[in-house]
Structures are given as C-alpha cells and as structure tokens.
C-alpha cells in the first residue's frame, strides 16, 4: 500500500505549499533519479441528492469544494440534457448535474464517509460487457517452479488453410500460457512448470467464420504441431450465402412471423462496444456516438472487442446480397451505437443513457454491468424508463447473483437458456451444461447469473451473429440472450396495435406495457423462475402479429448439413458425441474450474 502522504502533486503545489517546490541543496551533487511509480487514482462522481425538506447543493459549490482539496482533480461535469423536469413530473426531480473528479482512492472514501444526506459520493467504476463481469481466480491451480516450455503451434481451417489472429491458450501445471495466430496460422506460446506431457489441454478461439475447440490431453511434439477447426460452413447449409434462422430465434418463433415485420419506425439503441458498420449485413447502421473518445460521432464504428457487433447482428442483421448469415430481429429498425466500451465508466454509462432520451430512443440493449452499484445510474435508468426508454439488461455471467444494473427494478432483464445439440461436443459451449440443469433439450448454463430479477430468458449459448471484417462468430453468455430480448421488443414496439396512435405516448406506462407483453408471452422450459424467469418470449403467443405460413422461405437450422453424421437441428442423435456433454469430462477438475473462471472473467 502506497503512502497517502507521497501523493503526486499534479495540481502544482510544491512541497512548500506555495507553488514551487522547496529547494534541494544537495541537488547538484545528486545523481538524475528517474520518476517512481505512484499509487493509482480513483474517478469518483460527486452531485446532488435531491432530498424532501433539504436544499440541494448547487453544483458550483461541489466543484469548489473538490477545487480546493490538495490533489483533487475534475475530470469533467456529466450535465443532462434538459429532461429531468418531464422524468419526475414536472417537479425538477430529474438526474442532478455530476462532477467526475480524480483523487487518491482514500481521499475518496473519506469524502463518501463524509459527504452530508444531501450529497452523492460515489465510484466511478469502470463498465464491463456482460460477458466480462469479473469471477475471482481461485488459484485451483498454483503456478510451479521451473523453466519455461515453448509449445508451437498452428491452427488451420478447412483444406489446411492458416487461421490468423486465433487466441491460443495452452494448459498445463500452471497457470495458461497465451498467444495469437500470425499471418501463417503459427503461434509459440510459453508454459511454465514441466515438459511437454504435461500440458492438459489447448483452448483455441477463432477470429470468425469457425467453431472454437478444446483439445484435451494433446499429444505434442517438439516440432510444429497442426490443430484443425471446423468451419460454419460444415454446418450451416450455403453459409454464409443462405438464409438463416438462429435456434434462438427458432426458439422465440421469428422464422414463423409475417416477413413484413421488420421494425420499421422503432428506434433502437445499443450500448456497448460499437458497431462495424461495414459488415455487409450491417451497412444500415448509420448512428452512433463514442463516449471513450469525447462524444466523437465517427469512432463509434470501431469495434475493437467485436462485443457491439455481435450484439447488433442479433438485432438488427439485414439479409444482404450474398450475405445471409444471420437474420435479426428488426432488419429496418433505426439503429443507434452509443459506445462506452473499452475503458467506459459509470459517468459514460450515464451520458450514453442521456443520450438515448435525447434521441428518443424506444428501446436500448445493455449487455453490460458491474459487481458495484451506482445510485446516479439507477436515477437515470429510472429517468429513462419515465421518458418511454425501455432498458433491456443482461443479467451477467458470474455464476451468481444477477449484477447491476441487472438488479434494479427499472429494467427488464435477461438471463441466459441453452439448447442440446446445437453446437460441437470438443467446443467451450459444451462446457456449459451442467447435468442436474438440464430440462429435455434445454438447459440453463454455468455461466448465467440468476435470482428474483431475472424477468425472462433468452437464447445464449452458441449464438451465431456477426463480428467486426465481414465474418462471424458463436458465443455464449447472457450478452447474447438480451438482444433476443430487445429485438423482439423492438417489433413489438413497431407492429403491436397496443403502441399504435395514442399508446405510442413516449411514458413510463409505454414501457411497463412493452415489459408486460414480453412477459405474457414466455414459455418455461427449466420451471425454476430463478433462472429463466417467466422463460423464453414466444413470438406465436403474442396476439395481433399476423403469422406467415410455418414453411416460410428463410431456411432453419434443421434443415442445415450435418457435421459428419451428428444434425445441428436436433440433439446429436445418432452422432458418436450423444450425450457426451452429460458424461464426466476427461478433463482435469481443477484445469476445467480454471478455464470456467477465467472465461467469466474475460480472460478468455
């Protein structure tokens, strides 16, 4: 723990108080000392508290007190954007204006355990995608003694093609090594704690286009050693040039609706980590705002963690040209990329919530969350909901209770459900199942977070939507069940009679209607509410959604090829794999918990 009293003096004060530095007399006979390395600071956001009876503290006297603590330094002012007077009746209740400011992380606990009923002091801490919320390391496996061993390694795809820009992780006594394919599919990834034979298993996550493999126990040699993946297109018939319905979408019935519902008119936001607008089948995204680069409204379309396009393909995915991987929910939609990944914060969370008030949003995506709590982030989601925002949240992945914001009433939120047989037994989704969670076809995996807020569920394991450079990938997790969400959502918003003429009145009865609907439609699977709470929405439940004939002309996944002679349409009958993801893996216990954790942790 650093000394508080060896605090930078980035505000300019000397050592003297008066500006300059107290002079040195031994420094001309003192060696060049380069700089330290200091104690990190914290963001914490300061405002208001609007209290009865009580005086609000105006926001210019919170940012002179924070002004003149020593080592205190605002960030910037988070002011909304006009609409606080409508959210709370015309009574001036609205979201207060939030001084972000920088300080050492024990002054900042001093100012909260001191700041008076009428004020807010609280972290600002940082923002993570629902597929990244944080499980502690357990250290089930302790890292050994010894010299490190260079594993070579090359991943090829079909016809022995080189993978590039692959994740390679290997295991053995240690912890992982890690490395990423070059340009020849090649990587060299260094372990530590014994020879060769003692690696227990290889993880390989493609970029896109592939299914993702564990390689248990692996015979390895000195020299280069070759790990194959299987493409999508030995699964899914014509990809990616076919039509094609997810089985969550199967799931939830978007295969058996009136084509002609598309979304059109509703306008749908996505926070999260931007969207790359030039996939092909994403081309219509055309709004955006970056709320890591200043509000930029061009940078919005750099998706560097692929987690925004994803999400947005579940969405929004048109069928386009030769390209029809994926079909979303609501291909006409006006689609806003509001992005507050990498690096966003709460304060950004609640600019980009401001925002879509701003813009008028119908509903937003928020795959997202954190294992802290923000009072002013719950204010502005209830700010929002009150405009005729629909917040849909992901309940999170942490194998616990369900995160926030995912735990505030405000919101609808989403757990994740899993189906058999609709993904490779040597992949990371066969992991997911648990035995004693599986219900017929469906389960309920690991990873889902769970509890009394869990409104609905939706398909999140091996989902298949586009990531960033035209391809596309299957992941898991409650990131991927709340889109399913929002985009049904968003044609419910759109083709409902109950939102037409004097509904479409943009309040908070518009969103507790759309949320009712939603509800009203679930089917259970799993019967335990905990998990799935009223289960998954069903398209075909919903009255006043005309329904096209069940053979309609966009493909399934029944229909598709099978991978040798195991059917992605069905649980693996008839494959040498049936059953395989009940039966004890062959794995190392310890190596599996490891690999679990650290996925839930965004390791992986």
Same mark, same amino acid.
């Given at each position: 723990?650093?000394?508080?009293?060896?605090?930078?003096?980035?505000?300019?004060?000397?050592?003297?108080?008066?500006?300059?530095?107290?002079?040195?007399?031994?420094?001309?006979?003192?060696?060049?000392?380069?700089?330290?390395?200091?104690?990190?600071?914290?963001?914490?956001?300061?405002? &208001?508290?609007?209290?009865?009876?009580?005086?609000?503290?105006? #926001?210019?006297?919170?940012?002179?007190?924070?002004?003149?603590m020593?080592?205190? =330094?605002?960030?910037?002012?988070?002011?909304?954007?006009?609409?606080?007077?409508?959210? +709370?009746?015309?009574?001036?209740?609205?979201?207060?204006?939030?001084?972000?400011?920088?300080?050492?992380?024990?002054?900042? $606990?001093?100012?909260?355990?001191?700041?008076?009923?009428?004020?807010?002091?609280?972290?600002d +801490?940082?923002?993570?995608?629902a597929?990244?919320?944080?499980?502690?390391?357990?250290?089930?496996?302790?890292?050994?003694?010894?010299?490190?061993?260079?594993?070579?390694?090359?991943?090829?795809?079909?016809?022995?093609?080189? !993978?590039?820009? &692959?994740?390679?992780?290997?295991?053995? %006594?240690?912890?992982?090594? =890690?490395?990423?394919?070059?340009?020849?599919?090649?990587?060299?990834?260094?372990?530590?704690?014994?020879?060769?034979?003692?690696?227990?298993?290889?993880?390989?996550?493609?970029?896109?286009?592939?299914w993702?493999?564990?390689?248990?126990?692996?015979?390895?040699?000195?020299?280069?050693?070759?790990?194959?993946l299987?493409?999508?297109?030995?699964?899914?018939?014509?990809f990616?040039?076919?039509?094609?319905?997810?089985?969550?979408?199967?799931?939830?019935?978007?295969?058996?609706?009136?084509?002609?519902?598309?979304?059109?008119?509703?306008k749908?936001g996505?926070?999260?980590?931007?969207?790359?607008?030039?996939?092909?089948?994403?081309?219509?995204?055309?709004r955006?705002?970056?709320?890591?680069?200043?509000?930029?409204?061009?940078?919005?379309?750099?998706?560097?963690?692929?987690?925004?396009?994803?999400?947005?393909?579940?969405?929004?995915?048109?069928?386009?040209?030769?390209?029809?991987? #994926?079909?979303?929910? $609501?291909?006409?939609?006006?689609?806003?990329?509001?992005?507050?990944?990498?690096?966003?914060?709460?304060?950004?969370?609640?600019?980009?919530?401001?925002?879509?008030?701003?813009?008028?949003?119908?509903?937003?995506n928020?795959?997202?969350?954190?294992s802290?709590?923000?009072?002013?982030?719950a204010?502005?989601?209830?700010e929002?909901?009150?405009?005729?925002?629909?917040?849909?949240?992901?309940?999170?992945?942490?194998?616990?209770?369900?995160?926030?914001?995912?735990?505030?009433?405000?919101?609808?939120?989403?757990?994740?459900?899993?189906?058999?047989?609709?993904?490779?037994?040597?992949?990371?989704?066969?992991?997911?199942?648990?035995?004693?969670?599986?219900?017929?076809?469906?389960?309920?995996?690991?990873?889902?977070?769970?509890?009394? =807020? #869990?409104?609905? &569920?939706?398909?999140?394991?091996?989902?298949?939507?586009?990531?960033?450079?035209?391809?596309?990938?299957?992941?898991?997790?409650?990131?991927?069940?709340?889109?399913?969400?929002?985009?049904?959502? +968003?044609? %419910?918003?759109?083709?409902?009679?109950?939102?037409?003429d004097?509904?479409?009145?943009?309040?908070?009865?518009?969103?507790?209607?759309?949320?009712?609907?939603?509800?009203?439609?679930?089917?259970?699977?799993l019967?335990?509410?905990?998990?799935?709470?009223?289960? #998954?929405?069903? !398209?075909?439940?919903?009255?006043g959604?005309?329904?096209?004939?069940?053979?309609?002309?966009?493909?399934? +996944?029944? &229909? $598709?090829?099978?991978?040798?002679?195991?059917?992605?349409?069905?649980?693996?009958?008839?494959?040498p794999?049936?059953?395989?993801?009940?039966?004890?893996?062959?794995?190392?216990?310890?190596?599996?918990?490891?690999?679990?954790?650290?996925?839930?942790?965004?390791?992986?």
């Amino acid at each position: 723990m650093a000394d508080n009293n060896a605090s930078d003096n980035s505000s300019g004060k000397g050592a003297n108080g008066r500006g300059n530095a107290a002079p040195n007399k031994t420094d001309a006979a003192s060696p060049t000392v380069e700089p330290t390395v200091k104690a990190r600071r914290s963001r914490f956001l300061v405002a &208001a508290r609007p209290l009865p009876g009580v005086q609000p503290m105006a #926001v210019d006297a919170i940012a002179t007190t924070l002004n003149n603590m020593p080592d205190v =330094q605002i960030i910037k002012q988070v002011k909304p954007s006009g609409f606080g007077a409508l959210s +709370a009746g015309g009574g001036g209740g609205g979201m207060p204006e939030i001084v972000v400011a920088e300080m050492d992380p024990a002054r900042g $606990a001093a100012l909260r355990a001191s700041a008076p009923p009428n004020v807010i002091v609280e972290h600002d +801490a940082l923002l993570r995608h629902a597929d990244d919320l944080s499980m502690a390391f357990n250290n089930a496996m302790t890292m050994q003694p010894g010299i490190g061993i260079d594993v070579r390694l090359r991943v090829a795809g079909a016809n022995g093609q080189p !993978l590039p820009k &692959a994740t390679v992780y290997v295991y053995g %006594l240690g912890f992982p090594g =890690q490395g990423v394919t070059d340009d020849k599919g090649e990587v060299t990834v260094t372990v530590f704690g014994g020879p060769l034979e003692t690696i227990q298993a290889i993880y390989v996550k493609p970029m896109a286009n592939y299914w993702d493999r564990m390689f248990e126990r692996p015979a390895l040699s000195d020299g280069i050693n070759t790990l194959q993946l299987q493409p999508f297109a030995a699964t899914f018939q014509g990809f990616p040039g076919a039509p094609y319905v997810g089985w969550g979408q199967q799931l939830m019935k978007l295969d058996q609706i009136d084509p002609s519902l598309t979304g059109q008119g509703v306008k749908v936001g996505i926070i999260d980590s931007g969207c790359d607008s030039s996939h092909p089948q994403l081309t219509h995204v055309t709004r955006g705002m970056d709320f890591t680069n200043n509000k930029d409204g061009a940078s919005w379309t750099r998706d560097t963690m692929s987690h925004g396009t994803h999400c947005a393909g579940i969405i929004t995915a048109a069928l386009s040209g030769q390209m029809k991987a #994926v079909r979303g929910f $609501a291909p006409m939609a006006e689609v806003h990329a509001l992005k507050v990944f990498p690096g966003g914060r709460f304060s950004d969370l609640i600019d980009a919530l401001d925002q879509a008030i701003a813009r008028g949003l119908d509903v937003v995506n928020m795959s997202l969350g954190s294992s802290e709590q923000s009072e002013l982030v719950a204010h502005k989601l209830i700010e929002a909901r009150q405009n005729g925002v629909a917040c849909i949240v992901a309940a999170g992945n942490a194998s616990g209770p369900v995160q926030f914001p995912g735990n505030q009433p405000s919101v609808l939120t989403v757990s994740a459900i899993g189906k058999l047989g609709e993904f490779p037994d040597d992949s990371y989704h066969a992991r997911t199942v648990v035995p004693n969670m599986v219900a017929g076809a469906m389960f309920s995996p690991r990873f889902t977070c769970f509890g009394p =807020q #869990v409104a609905v &569920a939706g398909p999140g394991v091996a989902i298949l939507s586009t990531v960033p450079g035209g391809g596309y990938a299957a992941w898991d997790g409650t990131s991927m069940a709340t889109p399913h969400i929002t985009g049904m959502a +968003a044609l %419910l918003l759109a083709h409902h009679p109950m939102f037409r003429d004097a509904a479409k009145t943009r309040n908070e009865q518009r969103v507790s209607q759309l949320y009712q609907l939603l509800a009203s439609a679930g089917v259970r699977y799993l019967g335990d509410p905990t998990r799935e709470g009223v289960g #998954v929405p069903d !398209l075909q439940r919903v009255a006043g959604l005309s329904a096209a004939p069940q053979a309609g002309n966009m493909a399934t +996944a029944s &229909a $598709a090829p099978s991978l040798g002679n195991v059917s992605f349409g069905v649980p693996f009958q008839g494959s040498p794999f049936a059953n395989a993801f009940l039966q004890p893996q062959t794995i190392h216990p310890a190596l599996l918990q490891s690999f679990l954790q650290m996925r839930n942790a965004g390791l992986i």
